[in-house]
């Protein structure tokens, strides 16, 4: 196994509540900030053994919106990770981004910081979807974001795309995907487009069920589904896990280890970590995680010592959301085992049922498979 580790930072804080969010973010709790900055490096230093041991490959500031805190945050969190580690073995600094929070000057900290890759929440290009989910941002707020990212030679831009957003027609959605596309010489190499999630008590739960918006019906969504699957790859967006799409060479370096069952520790508030075959997650509650940081109590709130046999059935439901699936070869090199003497019967029967297919080194999801993931994810639960 290689020594490598992710880092993933969360940063709790948005401007505005999106209505189908369900992160661990708030929209009132600014106040905070600064103290919470001050917990989270502690965190961080809390763990300077752990990460002296490792090479530190990828670093990922995730939310709740990064770029809505005051850039010099960004950079202290930053610095306090290169005090520890060896920054020559970095590979991909992700930030995530709102449009309605990028500056000139706070991207301009971020380059200086080391970031060199910026995700950025789109979700659609058109201003009356955007309302209609809560968005604080408008499709020129995305462009005028854009220009500046380029204007400071960001060469590693991904941007998000949710689908499908309520009361959205095929047309519509099909623009989305043709304007996405046409943002290729605009530096954006990564495209994630996440099918819409509801969760309970969100304010879109609320509208949902009060018949103010309504969902997509299933025969539409599915056009929507061909034209992407379409047009992404045809403009050089390869797909590469079932979400996600990029231009060869940049698939993200720190999202391919949660597929890939690597580890990672993530610091903050609700963040989670798989380390030595455990999976760990924070405090959920800020208020209480920043009291314990600071009391040098432990933020951990779950901890899941994974036995062999998990082990290998999440290595095989997180390697089929990847479209190259499972390699056999690397299956055995983890676990010491052939995954044809533990998983046969499982394997075979999706196979049959059109769901699996092999091929050369690999066990894979046919198209069909990557339709229906979860009947696939079931059999090995
Ligand atoms: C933490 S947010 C990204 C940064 C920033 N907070 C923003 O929204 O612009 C991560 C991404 O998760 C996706 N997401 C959030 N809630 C979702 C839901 N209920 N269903 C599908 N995708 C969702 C959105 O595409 C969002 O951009
Ligand atoms: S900005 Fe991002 S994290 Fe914040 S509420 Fe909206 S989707 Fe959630």
């Not at 495209?191 to 018949?211: A, P, Q, R, V």
């Not at 690597?262 to 997650?281: I, Q, W």
Request: glycine share 4%; with cysteine; charged share 25%.
């Amino acid at each position: 196994m290689n020594n490598d580790i992710g880092i993933y930072v969360h940063i709790p804080f948005c401007l505005k509540k999106c209505y189908y969010c369900d992160f661990v973010s708030y929209q009132d709790k600014d106040e905070l900030i600064d103290k919470y900055i001050y917990a989270l490096c502690n965190e961080i230093l809390q763990n300077a053994e752990i990460l002296s041991q490792y090479n530190v490959t990828s670093i990922y500031i995730g939310g709740g919106t990064p770029s809505y805190i005051d850039a010099k945050y960004i950079k202290q969190i930053l610095d306090t990770i290169y005090l520890l580690i060896n920054k020559d073995e970095l590979i991909e600094v992700t930030i995530e981004l709102n449009p309605n929070s990028i500056t000139e000057e706070k991207l301009k900290i971020y380059k200086d910081s080391g970031i060199n890759r910026l995700s950025i929440g789109l979700q659609s290009n058109h201003n009356n979807v955007l309302k209609k989910i809560g968005r604080a941002h408008t499709i020129e707020d995305f462009e005028k974001a854009l220009d500046l990212a380029n204007n400071l030679e960001f060469e590693n831009i991904s941007v998000d795309l949710i689908y499908p957003l309520p009361d959205l027609n095929l047309n519509d959605f099909k623009n989305t995907v043709d304007y996405v596309v046409s943002l290729k010489n605009r530096n954006v190499k990564h495209i994630s487009i996440y099918n819409l999630e509801i969760h309970e008590n969100t304010k879109l739960d609320f509208l949902l069920k009060e018949g103010y918006l309504s969902l997509v019906n299933e025969d539409i969504e599915y056009e929507m589904y061909k034209y992407l699957n379409y047009t992404l790859p045809k403009n050089g967006y390869y797909r590469y896990e079932i979400s996600n799409y990029a231009i060869p060479g940049f698939e993200s370096v720190h999202n391919l280890k949660y597929w890939n069952q690597d580890r990672y520790l993530g610091f903050g508030v609700n963040a989670s970590s798989f380390f030595g075959g455990t999976r760990y997650k924070n405090e959920t509650n800020i208020e209480k995680y920043i009291d314990d940081v600071l009391s040098d109590k432990s933020t951990i709130i779950e901890k899941e010592e994974m036995d062999l046999l998990d082990l290998m059935k999440e290595y095989i439901i997180l390697a089929l959301r990847k479209i190259e699936g499972i390699n056999v070869d690397d299956f055995k090199m983890k676990y010491k085992k052939n995954i044809y003497n533990i998983f046969l019967d499982e394997i075979n029967e999706l196979i049959q049922e059109g769901l699996l297919e092999k091929n050369k080194n690999n066990i894979k999801l046919t198209e069909r498979g990557l339709e229906v993931a979860n009947v696939v994810w079931e059999r090995f639960i």
